[in-house]
């Protein structure tokens, strides 16, 4: 029984470290799972790499949803559905992922050749 809580509110952490419930830790955990995902996804394509970087931001952040639902629901044995409240994780994930957008194009975040040369140096 013990052992369930501390999973479940690892969970809810983990989850909540994920979401767009928590937008200040984007810096040191979405986005760079975001660039991650779009530089194996991309294939070194400069034009595929803002749709991969945007679809694996919305993944990261839809899988803290997640993770968050599945820690409270083990935690509490309530009867919340998921179901219920999926289009508001939508909704949330979606409009902070036209912000990040948004700054990448304006130049706030490095461009992928930026990022290259980061790497490669």
């Known amino acids: ?6 999973w ?3 969970l809810i952490f983990l ?8 937008p200040w830790n984007d810096l040191f955990t979405n986005i760079p799972i975001a660039y991650g995902f779009a530089f194996l996804f991309s ?22 949803f997640i993770l ?11 009867n919340y559905s998921f179901k219920d409240h999926w289009k508001s994780y939508v909704l949330a994930t979606t409009l902070y992922t036209v912000l990040v957008v948004v ?14 040369a980061l790497l490669s140096s």
């Open 15 to 22: 989850g909540f470290w994920l979401s767009p419930l928590s």
């Open 68 to 78: 968050m639902h599945y820690g409270y629901v083990h935690v509490k044995d309530s």
């Open 43 to 64: 294939f070194g394509q400069d034009a595929l790499f803002i749709p991969t970087f945007v679809v694996g931001y919305w993944l990261s952040n839809i899988l803290g």
């Open 103 to 116: 700054l990448i194009q304006m130049n706030i975040l490095p461009s992928v050749s930026e990022l290259s």
């Open 8 to 10: 479940s509110a690892t």
């Open 1 to 6: 029984m013990k052992l369930k809580k501390i």
